[in-house]
């Protein structure tokens, strides 16, 4: 069984950084692709960004492009988010997801592709 635990979130002020952690329990993790999710008030989870595992291509959703840096650390079994120049729209709950592995990083990043689960992180940013 996968399990999955984020760590990092907090309060910020608009403009500041932030890295989110997410450990991985298994001995699969270094072909496992990941991303991170999120999910403000009322809203439906949305894609933030993903590293695939053979190559550590990533993607980004647009609105975070050019201010998130997905990593990826496999002797640590652990995937980081490091945000920059945060907004308050930024304020939401940051999942951390993972597909099967050898699972490949695909071009939808829908968030049933991704099978493991973490509790979630609360990140507010404040103006």
């Known amino acids: 069984q996968v399990q999955l635990g984020e760590s990092g979130g907090g309060l910020v002020q608009a403009g500041d950084s932030l890295r989110l952690s997410c450990a991985v329990s298994g001995n699969a993790f270094v072909r496992t692709t990941m991303a991170w999710f999120r999910q403000a008030g009322g809203k439906e989870r949305r894609f933030v960004a993903a590293?695939?595992?053979?190559?550590?291509?990533?993607q980004y959703a647009d609105s975070v492009k050019g201010r998130f840096i997905i990593s990826r650390d496999d002797d640590k079994n652990t995937v980081y988010l490091q945000m920059n120049s945060l907004k308050t729209e930024d304020t939401a709950v940051y999942y951390c997801?993972?597909?099967?592995?050898?699972?490949?990083?695909?071009?939808?990043?829908?968030?049933?592709?991704?099978?493991?689960w973490g509790r979630g992180t609360q990140v507010t940013v404040s103006s």
């Open positions: 997801a993972a597909k099967k592995p050898r699972y490949g990083l695909g071009s939808t990043f829908d968030s049933s592709e991704f099978t493991y």
């Open positions: 590293i695939g595992w053979s190559t550590p291509t990533t």
